[in-house]
């Protein structure tokens, strides 16, 4: 099966690759962080604090990169970040006290969730939507988070090799995780030799006095506070406190949770490509609407279900639907903006998946504490909810060029 369309840039095939290099140490690493956390002393509300940190630190560097990119090209910004993606794996292996684990996250890559939320975000994403036509874009779109949600559920089950060393004798667990932060590190020099491959392009034309957000700054703004109230619902079940959930509620093993999250990641990819064709059907926002609301009605059931079985099925039903947005949100951004303002596009409206989630965390984190029963993963369907409601009601007659 053909991957990309043919039409597509071969650049794209590069951008598709360091996804899938970051994706699986996304994998793991949200899965090992409240382990290592706690393997430290530290409790949920710790957790929630870090899981905070790395959010609003992401949101920083990638508004920063978005705004950016017009000057200075993402190829350059692109290997600032694998850079930085090398030096957290670097901190995290070496460094076990907390404030210190904090300010790592803050400034780093380090990746809490099961999407993309880094820096690398925005710029990749004005260069897939370059390296394809606008018929293609959507296909495009969904093959990159296709690879991402593929990989990182390979990195989730790689999640349970700690274990396994340790059954092993091979080291404590300890050690274990730490290595698995130092693989985060290789991972993060590896992808730095695949952006290296990128062409070079010719300075920008555009004069430094012209702002990256002109004509479509209205509908931008607009589309950024309505992802602000998703990402802030979603930054309830960010993948390393939905694991924490599991762990505590279920006692779920390590292994065990990698096992949930590779087929999570599984039906999340067969999404993707689902919603290539439904968007051909029924347009962009009534598959990121009509997907995703079923969804966060199905999260909002899940802290009621009697047993763990039932709590997993419905949380893999969930995955089955919640991420066909994610390619067609995307793709609806890129289409209704000029192609000079793509990638400060792709920042202001990627910002909120880490700035507005961030706020979220910490009351997660405290929440847990106080309580096994899953009040963040109702808080998350109900606010996510919604946002789908809003989303409809105020963009389905706002059809991109290709639709009308």
């Known amino acids: 099966m053909r991957l990309l369309p043919r039409d597509s840039h071969p650049e794209a095939r590069l951008l598709l690759l360091g996804r899938g290099l970051r994706a699986f140490g996304d994998g793991f690493i949200s899965l090992l962080l409240p382990v290592y956390l706690e393997l430290l002393g530290f409790d949920p509300f710790h957790v929630g604090i870090l899981t905070a940190a790395t959010l609003a630190g992401s949101a920083a560097l990638t508004l920063l990169a ?44 380090l990746n809490p969730s099961s999407g993309d939320v880094s820096l690398f975000l925005p710029l990749e994403q004005s260069l897939l939507a370059e390296a394809a036509s606008d018929k293609s874009r959507t296909a495009v779109f969904a093959a990159y988070s296709l690879v991402g949600s593929l990989v990182a559920a390979l990195g989730s089950l790689a999640a349970g090799l700690p274990e396994l060393l340790v059954a092993a004798r091979a080291t404590d667990l300890l050690r274990a995780v730490q290595g698995m932060f130092a693989l985060y590190a290789l991972l993060g020099l590896a992808s730095y030799f695949l952006y290296r491959r990128l062409p070079q392009r010719p300075s920008p034309r555009r004069a430094a006095t012209v702002p990256p957000l002109g004509p479509s700054r209205g509908i931008v703004l607009t589309l950024a506070a309505l992802f602000s109230l998703d990402a802030f619902g979603g930054g309830f079940i960010v993948q390393s406190l ?37 968007a051909g059907r029924i347009g962009l926002v009534n598959t990121m609407v009509f997907t995703h609301l079923p969804s966060n009605l199905l ?59 961030a706020a979220s965390p910490v009351a997660a984190g405290y929440l847990l504490a106080l309580s096994s029963f899953g009040w963040p993963l109702l808080a998350a369907g109900a606010l996510k909810a919604l946002y789908d409601l809003l989303l409809l009601l105020m963009f389905r007659h706002r059809r991109p060029p290709e639709e009308t």
Not at 73 to 96: C, H, K, Q, Y
Not at 246 to 274: K, N, Q
Not at 318 to 335: F, I
């Open 66 to 109: 978005g705004f950016r990119a017009h000057r200075h090209g993402p190829r350059l910004l692109l290997l600032g970040a694998t850079v930085l993606m090398i030096g957290t794996g670097i901190g995290f292996t070496l460094e076990t006290r907390f404030w210190p684990l904090v300010l790592i996250g803050f400034i780093g890559t």
């Open 242 to 278: 939905l694991a924490l959930w599991l762990f505590e509620h279920y006692g779920l093993s390590l292994a065990a949770a990698g096992a949930f999250f590779f087929w999570s990641g599984l039906l999340a990819a067969a999404s993707y490509l689902a919603a290539t064709r439904i």
């Open 299 to 357: 999260l909002i059931l899940v802290p009621f279900a009697p047993s763990l079985y039932l709590a997993l099925a419905l949380l893999l039903l969930r995955s089955a639907l919640s991420n066909m947005d994610v390619p067609t949100r995307t793709s609806y951004v890129m289409a209704v903006v000029t192609p000079d303002e793509r990638a400060a596009a792709a920042s202001v409206t990627s910002v909120p998946r880490s700035l507005a989630a």
